[in-house]
């Protein structure tokens, strides 16, 4: 449960609604129904709707944060102190690594507060308060686009005193809420376990059951001496003071033990019609699969011959990997289901209820074949768009890209606003090099062009397609060979010395042409969709608006749009595929079976495995066992990465990091058999912090039952 990290305003395209199931939906939580509330309990929750969300006094809400815009993490003390998962603060952490001191490796644990390591650009939001504002919205749109409309409503809201930055959401009720979330923009690192403990069994594990890894991360929020944000790090800042945090719960869980997940889900799309769907699995998941698919196989060689190329492209091979996997499984997984007979089966029945009023066949009747026609339009340039964005929109040709603004304003001779844009192109390289490698980048480069040219028709290519054909007669490698070795762009000593001294050569830079020829193939692309992309949005309102006229009554959980969310189910294993069953559980001696010393990915530390022999689990063993990781059936998807799993009377008992491979769709799908959400058994979070790290000062902080 990874990727984008961007708040969104989702216009939801409703088709065919599902009976809901007691454990399906990712529910608002600022508006928890009274008849789900009362299934909740029913399942074994014992907390009122008012402690799960109030605005006015401290609920569970308060403890529960989005984290670096991408993932969700939950607050353990009085002090700041919140879990996350290793996965979602990996980039920060390889952020403040080097060869050195490679935390991503080696871990990293503070002893004190004062050890804690500060990382820019880190923050966590939470959500103080939602608020309806679909009548404002709904007048505004009568004269304005919903971009402007959602700008002038949030600028209501926010409050930089208070640190409040507002979000105005629309949901497929056709309601408009604004969410007010306190950002927090001083935020350490203060433990995290190696990569053979947080990230155990890596990619290939990834998606995977039975998994052991210990998926977590630890983090520190800092505010002012008033205990309210600040816009960057202060020595003199104290850690902040929540309204709430999470006790932990070590007592243990069993088959069928109620479990709730309150996170931040990205975008879902179990609403969409035939014709979307169709085009997500024809154009976004297959051009992801095929790039991604083609950059971890190149990056993978590159990897396992330098460990200073690891560390840098860590992260990155972590996302490819991610995007890959959960691309094809979404394929697969969406085409062995009924998904999409179901989808034309309700268009099918919709059409039949258009047809039986002649208001409704005057408004609606044309609706679907319209949405097919458009998406058919755009169908090839947006293919197209998708692979060259996967495979060329990167490292090399964002040297170019990046440097545009520098070359405007050359042009213009606007010196006034020249001295800001080098300075922004100055720190973006800054922390661009700290993942990058020049000779691995060609690597990739060689591959990803000769990718795209077998994948696309000519007329779709970038125009330097033509300089390897006319100067090169075809030869990728030898221009490829050339961009490197004969631009500046190339070496830090090279546009260092460049931005001391700027000028227009860099028009005839190869990596700058390289990268402007990407970039403006992608506006042309974008273009060829544009129309039908307008009609195709026009069309899903109208739809919209049919089956909320068509499903009036019916209880539906929106999609999800990375606001805050409630899921809850039981702790329970699954029967996936034919011949397959799934444990609920998994323990220590899984990690002991699966070491592997010519892999990476299933390497075991020797104190680990110390441990293991001495069974010395501490008070977070049972029965002789450690346990590691557990399943769960609650409904998450991407974003959901760090949320916190807890018990009926509110207590943590685990972290959600990951889905197994039959819940790879679940975004389009929910199965309820076969759909489960992967958890770090927060015992064996402890036993890390504990035993293998010896952190007495970070258990001291926490309250455990």
Known sequence: MKQLKCISLLLIVLSCFATVKADEGMWTISNLNTALVQKMKNSGLQLSADQIYNENKPSTKDAIMMFDNGCSGELVSANGLLFTNHHCGRDKIQQVSSDAHNYIRDGFWANSRNEEISIKGLNVKFLIKSIEVTDKANELLKKHGIRKV?????????DSTQGYVASMDGFSTGQYFVSIYQVFNDVRLVGVPPESIGN???????????RQSADFAIFRVYANANNMPTTA????????VPKTFLPISISGIKDNDFAMTIGFPWMTQRYISSYDLKEELDVKNRATIITKGKYIDVLKRELDNDES????????????????????????????????????????????WTKADTARLRKYGKCLAALKANHDEQCNPKYAHAIISGALFDDGSLLGIRARNIVELLEKNNQEKLPKALDTYQKWYTSFSKSYDYQTDKVIVKAMIKLVKNELKPEYLPDFYSIIEKEYQGNIDNYVNDLYSKSFLASAAGVETYLKKPDLSIKNDPLFIFGISVYEKLIALKKLTSDPGVEIRAGKKLYEKAVLEKDAGLLKYPEANFTMRLTYGKVTGASPRDGLAYKS???????IEKEDTTNYEFLVSPKLKDLYAKKDFGRYGEKGQMFTCFLTNTDITGGNSGSPVINGKGELIGIAFDGNWESLASSIIYEPEKNRAVNVDIRYVLFVIDKFAGAKNILKELTIK
């Open 309 to 352: 190329v690891r560390l840098k492209y860590s992260s990155k091979n972590f996302s490819a990997g991610n995007s890959y996997k959960l691309a094809l499984g979404t394929v697969k997984l969406v085409n062995l289901s009924a998904a999409m007979g179901n989808k034309e089966k309700a268009e099918a029945e919709f059409q039949n």
């Open 585 to 591: 559980q998994t323990t220590l001696k899984g990690v």
């Open 233 to 240: 790090y202060k020595a003199d800042n104290k850690p902040f």
């Open 150 to 158: 959602m700008g002038e409503i949030e600028k209501e809201y926010n």
């Open 200 to 210: 155990f069994g890596g990619e290939t594990d990834n998606f995977e059951w039975p």
